[in-house]
């Protein structure tokens, strides 16, 4: 398996610029994750999906869209690319099931992250 | 909304010496506890983790405590070597919502 797997690792994008980030993962996870981390801070959650066709926003969704249209997919879009936008983004994927008073979680997998610069 | 606390910031230890760090939270109904370490420039990557049915945990040097009432969790480190050396951080999860991570603690292990 090789997990999650995220492209571009590096870019550059100018002010005002679209991109997206790519992420598939081969575990057949249900929950895929995009974080950003800005340098020398935590993690902070974009969005998230509990499942193909269900999306939901994070913490910090302004100025990114998703879709989930397969289970293996999970882009995030960029528009209108902004200097705050600089950041290290992870993507990561997981697997969890309903049931009972503890529901089953197992290991929460990242991807290797895009190093993004807007300039 | 979830609110983790994580303490300290920073931490220096000896080699040999153990090393604990502390997350609060704020939800009582998260039941799902695990602890990442990043190295510079990586991913993060589990390290252990720890559900609100158990009280403790512990994985060769590493072990991580819950304490449900006053909604805690800390993470141990015994025998620190320079390998430990890395950015630690925790997250809390509760089922339908999503991970909220700790603000991280850089550790350092001096030889």
Known sequence: ???????????????????????????????????????????????????????????????????????EDFPLRLELAAPSQTSVYFCASSYSVAGGPYPSYNEQFFGPGTRLTVL | GENVEQHPSTLSVQEGDSAVIKCTYSDSASNYFPWYKQELGKRPQLIIDIRSNV?????????????????????????TQPEDSAVYFCAVMRYGQNFVFGPGTRLSVLP
């Not at chain 1, 980030?21 to 020398?40: A, I, K, S, V």
């Open chain 1, 1 to 71: 398996n090789a997990g999650v797997t995220q492209t571009p690792k590096f870019r550059i994008l100018k002010i005002g610029q679209s991109m997206t980030l790519q992420c598939t993962q081969d575990m057949n996870h249900n929950y895929m994750y995009w974080y950003r981390q800005d340098p020398g801070m935590g993690l902070k959650l974009i969005y998230y999906s509990v499942g193909a066709g269900i999306t939901d926003k994070g913490e910090v969704p302004n100025g990114y869209n998703v879709s989930r249209s397969t289970t």
């Open chain 2, 55 to 79: 009280g403790e945990k512990k994985d060769q040097r590493i072990a991580v405590t819950l304490n449900k009432t006053a909604k805690h969790f800390s993470l141990h480190i015994t025998e």
